[in-house]
């Protein structure tokens, strides 16, 4: 009783695609329940699409856009992490060290034009250069 199907399921031709949709629904019940894997419910699913003449009838392609409709919302549920609280922004260490070349080496016009690419650095950059001022 536990031998492969190796024939396609009699009496198949009078099944509606309607009725492959509420066995995957099964199948995700059974899934969630922690009877079965993941895995094991698609494969279940896709199975019964080959077997049960569901490919023949209505083709892969409408048997997996039915497959895909059951399982999508439980898939994006397991896989979306929760979303993490934003991290303050810090300024890059590269943007510090530009900031010191650009203060030794170029002119106050064009230091003035670099601040003005660098809008959210300006105050962590003004600090900066304040403590080397003093020091």
């Given at each position: 009783?536990?031998?492969?199907?190796?024939?396609?399921?009699?009496?198949a031709?009078?099944?509606d695609?309607s009725?492959?949709?509420?066995?995957?629904?099964?199948?995700?019940?059974?899934?969630k329940?922690?009877?079965?894997?993941w895995?094991?419910?698609?494969?279940?699913c896709?199975?019964l699409?080959?077997?049960?003449?569901?490919?023949?009838?209505f083709?892969?392609?409408?048997?997996?856009?039915?497959?895909s409709?059951?399982?999508?919302?439980?898939?994006?549920?397991?896989?979306?992490?929760?979303?993490?609280?934003?991290?303050?922004?810090?300024?890059?260490?590269?943007?510090?060290?530009?900031?010191?070349y650009?203060m030794?080496?170029?002119?106050?016009a064009?230091?003035?034009?670099?601040l003005?690419?660098?809008?959210?650095?300006a105050?962590h950059?003004y600090k900066?250069?304040?403590?080397?001022?003093?020091t």
């Open positions: 009783m536990s031998a492969p199907l190796r024939h396609p399921i009699l009496g031709q009078q099944l695609l009725e492959f949709v509420e066995c995957c629904g099964y199948q995700l019940r059974h899934m329940m922690g009877l079965i894997s895995q094991n419910a698609i494969d279940g896709q199975f699409a080959e077997h049960g003449g569901f490919l023949e009838a083709g892969q392609d409408a048997c997996q856009r039915e497959l409709r059951v399982f999508a919302p439980s898939i994006a549920a397991e896989i979306e992490p929760e979303p993490a609280e934003p991290r303050a922004y810090r300024t890059p260490q590269a943007t510090v060290d530009a900031f010191f650009v030794r080496n170029e002119t106050p064009r230091l003035k034009a670099w003005a690419d660098h809008p959210r650095d105050g950059l900066l250069w304040k403590s080397h001022a003093v």
